[in-house]
């Protein structure tokens, strides 16, 4: 049990005024929010770091149909990856969808693979994890069509927009907060990023990554994040971490990219400084965000392991939808 867990029962734990007057900053104290300029200048190619065009769709990523039946009434641990950062991980029972986007686009941007897990094959959704508001990672159709009934546990400042949708069992978190919620302890942890949904809001929400621990498992999900000596920290504080989810897409060109999200290369890095048992790569294959091929994320990913000279037996990268069963990473 992680030390120094405060626990509340699942409810309103949040400021409803959405007032908007707090402002959030990184570790550094940089907001990191690209500037208006230098994203017109990666939009119309003004830059030296080219990539060859790529398609946004028809991109194959591996996948298997997954009918949900193992999901259901489960009380075993398991983890599925949905698509981008979106995760259905199940401890001792308790159902948690991590930043679940089940949409087929996100405004103008279609989706390039399917869902690992549709709205049919899902589990009843106990507890709902939203790591920052972007929309790739806070979808508002899909949380509308989650309903009222989970809790929603999300970072300081978005407690607000849940209320005001009709979603009232909300916990908003600051970074290494830790709750009890439906018995997995909870720890919200920092990241190297920036939060935005409208023309007003820039950084009025936090944004971070999870810990979540049951029965002596722990599992870690980055988020969104650049570069940060965080990943160590997390790492101290955290103690045999069998799992990290960590981006490895939306990575190119690195002159814009870098401040806002990782390359494949520096998620190992992050891999090694936090300390974890187990790699899970995500965010990559399902949205196309950046400049690079849909699926060069884990080809450059599979490079900079080998460079690392690091098992293979110790990242996983299962197709979309499947399930993975966490006592065989304990």
Do not use: C
């Amino acid at each position: 049990m992680p030390v120094g867990v405060r626990q509340r029962a699942a409810g309103v734990s949040y400021d409803v005024s959405g007032d908007g007057g707090m402002r959030f900053t990184n570790l550094k104290g940089n907001f990191r929010k690209p500037e208006a300029v230098r994203v017109l200048q990666w939009l119309l190619g003004w830059h030296s770091e080219k990539y060859p065009r790529s398609p946004a769709t028809g991109v194959a990523v591996p996948f298997v149909q997954n009918d949900g039946k193992l999901l259901r009434h489960s009380r075993r641990d398991t983890l599925t990856w949905i698509g981008q950062a979106s995760f259905l991980v199940q401890l001792g029972g308790t159902s948690l969808l991590i930043d679940p986007v089940l949409s087929p686009k996100l405004g103008w941007v279609k989706r390039n693979s399917p869902p690992g897990l549709d709205w049919h094959t899902l589990p009843d959704i106990d507890i709902v994890l939203i790591t920052h508001n972007h929309r790739d990672h806070m979808d508002a159709p899909t949380l509308k069509k989650l309903g009222k009934d989970p809790v929603y546990v999300v970072p300081k400042g978005l407690g607000y927009w849940f209320y005001r949708n009709g979603m009232r069992r909300v916990v908003e978190m600051t970074w290494w907060q830790e709750e009890e919620i439906q018995g997995v302890f909870i720890t919200f942890v920092p990241a190297e990023h920036w939060s935005r949904r409208s023309l007003t809001d820039l950084n009025t929400s936090w944004w971070g990554g999870f810990v979540m621990q049951r029965n002596g498992l722990s599992l870690y999900h980055a988020g969104d994040s650049g570069w940060f000596d965080g990943f160590a920290e997390i790492g101290r504080r955290v103690t045999n971490l069998h799992m990290a989810m960590l981006p490895i897409g939306a990575y190119a060109p690195r002159w814009f990219m870098s401040p806002q999200h990782i390359s494949p290369d520096e998620a190992v890095k992050a891999f090694i400084a936090s300390g974890a048992k187990h790699l899970f790569p995500m965010h990559w294959g399902t949205f196309k965000l950046s400049d690079e091929a849909l699926d060069d994320p884990p080809k450059a990913l599979r490079l900079a392991w080998e460079a690392a000279n690091l098992p293979s037996a110790a990242m996983r990268l299962p197709p979309l939808g499947e399930t993975l069963f966490l006592s065989r990473f304990a």
